[in-house]
């Protein structure tokens, strides 16, 4: 089964710019050993912050310092991501007016908006960059990305917060389908660990506050869990049609089969309690891929580690998965979550388990909730050959986006 | 900070091409007196912004916005500055 089929899309080429490191390898690799990229905030800024954990990722010594001066640091993770799944395609030969980008981002611009008012206030509007605008606006990783590879066939920025990521893959396989575009190099980016945003997340109580173990602080499913981890990173995917991956004989990593999405209309920020509207975006993307429940093999679950979420999602699995049970992972255990940039360093990371036929284990997952009846992978990864796996996200504003995945 | 007026031309030419690296990367022996900004030197309108700022406050002038218009080179751009310079 599964493989190429005329309405899937061809993944050949991979970027991760993560809290488990510097690339694709170093988040396998740390998803593989259980690794946790989250750590305390102990520098001054963040000293009356209720909650002062973050999964930050190194940028140092990544861009050179003139090009990085005038990019956001959601455009510099974006680029770095970028990059690497560019070269990872082989840089592919494309007419420009065939090549699109679509990278969301949940924040955007944050760090600058919130740097240059302290500009304005301090130093007056003859002081304000230049380049705040383009450095701020939610689509300027896009921009950036779009810039960098001279895509002419379209610039797109999905935004719609925790799912933006997955939204964009949904989008560029869109794209490919409609004949608009042979090659999309789409994912998301998110950097917006700052006093302000945390604060924010913090008055929701949507932040895990496990001061005394920030790498046990994101625990999916878990009695203990108590709120999420703030992450930065990017996650980047090239996808091509199938016949333009074939004709100049790209390596394929797995397929991008189907996409689905749906919304909540029930609560600006809280999860529908039925996960009706996850489940819905499950079912579509199964529908949208050609499959059923029993070909799925194992799911990235969205599973940020926030007491309500984790549940809701559990529930949409059962309804849109019968009495099928996948093995099913949530790599923010290891991450943190990545907002508007996790969709898609899911997505990669749901290529990898295809790819190597190991689930990775969910970290500190020691007591699981009695509510969370699923099959869990703990403690180690999991050998499972499989050829399709679902990754799931769902963001503020009742944004449910579920993707297929196959080998 | 220095005043502009205390400065040689050869001084003023130096300060523009620290300031052109800083936020532009430009390599300082691209900055003679007829290099064009948007064209020698690749510096785009946001950037030139950034550059007349930076000069600002380095040379304590003060550079209108009707003056940016007449900032081809580097060579009036340090006309400009000394002749603002009392």
């Not at chain 1, 930050?56 to 970028?82: F, I, N």
């Not at chain 1, 450095?135 to 300027?140: E, F, H, K, Q, R």
């Not at chain 1, 909730?369 to 799931?392: F, G, Q």
Request: glycine share 10%; aromatic share 2%.
């Amino acid at each position: 089964m599964t493989s190429a089929s005329p309405r899937s899309a061809a993944v050949t080429g991979l970027g991760a710019l993560t809290p488990l490191g510097p690339d694709v390898d170093a988040l396998e690799e740390g998803l593989l050993s259980g690794r946790s990229g989250v750590r305390l905030l102990d520098e001054p800024e963040f000293a009356d912050l209720p909650a002062r954990l973050a999964a930050t990722v190194d940028l140092d010594g990544r861009l050179e310092r003139v090009e990085a001066r005038t990019l956001d640091r959601v455009q510099q993770v974006a680029l770095v991501a970028a990059r690497e799944a560019w070269a990872h395609a082989g840089t592919p030969d494309v007419a420009p007016e065939r090549l699109a980008v679509v990278i969301g981002s949940g924040i955007g611009g944050a760090l600058t908006i919130l740097g240059q008012d302290q500009v304005l206030r301090e130093k007056g509007p003859r002081r304000v960059s230049p380049h705040l605008v383009p450095m701020l606006m939610p689509n300027g990783p896009a921009a950036t990305v779009g810039l960098e590879i001279g895509a002419r066939a379209g610039v797109h920025c999905p935004v719609s917060a925790c799912a933006s990521g997955a939204e964009a893959l949904a989008v560029a396989l869109e794209l490919l389908r409609s004949g608009r575009a042979d090659v999309v190099v789409a994912g998301g980016a998110e950097a917006c660990v700052h006093p302000l945003p945390l604060a924010g997340f913090a008055q929701m109580r949507a932040l895990s506050t496990r001061h005394d173990d920030p790498q046990g602080a994101s625990r999916p499913y878990d009695k203990q869990r108590d709120g999420f981890v703030l992450g930065e990173g990017a996650g980047v995917l090239v996808l091509e049609t199938e016949e333009h991956a074939a004709a100049r004989g790209a390596t394929v990593h797995a397929h991008l089969a189907g996409a689905g999405l749906a919304s909540d209309a029930h609560h600006v920020t809280a999860p529908d309690p039925s996960g009706a509207g996850a489940a819905r975006s499950i079912a579509a993307a199964l529908k949208d891929a050609g499959l059923t429940a029993t070909d799925i093999g194992h799911v990235n679950a969205h599973a940020t580690s926030t007491p309500l979420g984790d549940i809701a999602e559990v529930r949409a699995l059962h309804a849109a998965l019968g009495d099928h049970r996948p093995a099913v992972t949530a790599t923010k255990s290891c991450t943190g979550h990545l907002l508007g940039a996790a969709g898609a360093v899911e997505a990669v990371a749901t290529v990898l388990a295809l790819r190597s036929g190991v689930v990775p284990a969910i970290r500190n997952l020691d007591d699981p909730d009695d509510e969370a009846d699923i099959d869990a992978v703990r403690t180690v990864p999991r050998e499972l050959a499989h050829d399709a796996a679902l990754s799931t996200s769902f963001g503020f504003g009742g944004h449910d986006v579920s993707l297929v995945l196959t080998r | 900070m220095t005043t502009a007026s205390t400065l040689s031309r050869t001084e003023l030419i130096a300060g523009l091409a620290e300031v052109l690296e800083e936020v532009a990367g430009t390599p300082a022996d691209k900055v003679v007196p007829e290099a064009t900004f948007d064209g020698d030197l690749d510096v785009d309108s946001l950037t030139m912004v950034e550059v007349v700022v930076a000069c600002e406050e380095r040379f304590d002038v003060r550079i209108p916005d009707e003056a940016l218009e007449g900032l081809r080179t580097v060579g009036d751009a340090v006309d400009f500055i000394s002749g603002a310079a009392k």
